[in-house]
């Protein structure tokens, strides 16, 4: 059993590694935690201690295997809890990430097996992140920035690029959420925004910004 902030850390490096699982800076991780490089730097070699990670000062940071184990329960844990507020407690997809970093911690495997199967099986949580199975494997999806669509085309929304709760807001008052089919109408040349078809709820101008930070596949 690893502490809480143990935990925070392998989460972090693997977030901020995933998907290619290259090296992270103590200061991406430090960024990524708000906290400072030095508090970072003594985790780390606590962490090295117990085969958590390969560390070597300046060379940056990875997961060894044991460490990866670890922190991809983390995030399978963080991510059905997610799916559990959001669908069965009907919490805004703004507001779920900040109570699944506290239910994450739980170290029951029967609860988190228990939770999986009394969701069916989700494959993502309510951001669209894909959520490993109890192996550790995580599904296989594509998808393409909103930004990158083609004019005319019918998507689903599968996901966003980061939890920002400023966005996720913007994004409920337009009526855009997770698996919502969409057809791009327009893109302005000028400024790169789009007219997106929401269907039964009417049309949406939506900025360059905006759909950088939206993912989708094509149906």
Known sequence: MYSFTEENYLKSIFKLSY????????????E?????????????????????????KYKGVSLTKK??????SIVRKHRLWEVFLYDKLKFG???VHEIAEQLEHIQSEKLID??????GNPKQDPHG???PDKNGKFPELEKIKLSEAR???RYKITGVKDENVALLQHLEKLGIKLGLEIIIDERFEFDGSLILNLKSLGK????????????????
């Open 204 to 219: 949406v101008q939506v900025s360059s910004e905006v759909a950088n930070h939206v993912f989708v596949s094509i149906l």
């Open 67 to 72: 460490g990866s184990k670890v922190a991809i």
């Open 19 to 30: 998907p290619l699982l290259e090296g992270v800076s103590t200061n991406a991780i430090a």
């Open 93 to 95: 997809w703004d507001e």
């Open 114 to 119: 228990r939770l999986n199967e009394f969701l």
């Open 151 to 153: 004019i005319g085309s």
């Open 129 to 131: 992140d894909l959520i």
């Open 32 to 56: 990524d935690l708000s906290t400072k490089a030095a508090s970072v730097t003594d985790m780390l070699k606590k962490l090295a201690e117990k085969d958590l990670i390969n560390y070597e």
